[in-house]
């Protein structure tokens, strides 16, 4: 015949620590809080989950994508030869595929995530916010990967130009969606309807695609000062300077730099933006 403890059986057992602070005549001593989440496992983490949760929308993405950048290749090749405006024309279409997802997609995304309540899931989830917004964009810039290198690739054989520096896409792709990754969370997080973030996005790309696609001594002066402004500009640059027989390496890595200093002040921007709009 068993004995079971009258404690076991209320419901109050109670552990040594317990026992020893209550016949101290003192409160059992709180639970200790768990350790504050760190950058990079959060970081880690929400891209993983923004990888799984657009899995099913990435082929349709990527197509669409890059068979406008395709499409306008195509269009330019009536009307351009060769030389630097065939480079400009390549280089700017292959860095519209990041435009396309990572300012224009995920300004509408963010938009979307506001409007909707969806940054007070965030909001309680325990990660830094920079973890939020980083692990968003990277998740949006990766998709762009393969778009962007099919697109540089089938503009360097449609004008004849050459492949032996289309490594720099590695850095390219990063930087310049970087920068635009951040622009685009920044706008969907601050504008005050998701209607204007889906605008703003739109127009985004399209200055990516007017002043990124055309060459920049076809532009009037004013606008040619506004193209210096886009951060896609620099990346444009890099990637059109690698298909020259010598490349300015130099002048590479500056557009590169500026890409990357962009980027820092665009991501600080939009996290400063997500921890505005999260407390509201």
Known sequence: MSIVPAEAVAGRIRTAKDTTAGAAGGAPAPAPLAPRARLLPSLAAVYRAQLSRARVARIPLLFVATFQSVGIMILMRGVVDGGAEARAVVAGSSVLVVA???????????????????????????????AVVLGAAGAYASFTVPGTAVTAVTGSVLFQLPLTHLWVLAAVVPLAGAALAGLGAALGLLAPRQELATLMGQLGMSAALLLGVLPADRLPGPIGYARDLLPSTYGVEALARTFDAHPDWPAVAFDLGVCAAVGVVSLAVATWAYRRAAVR
């Open 100 to 130: 396309f997802v990572a300012l224009n997609l995920l300004a509408q995304y963010f938009g979307q995530l506001r409007a909707s309540g969806g940054l007070d899931h965030y909001a309680t989830l325990p990660v830094p916010p920079a």
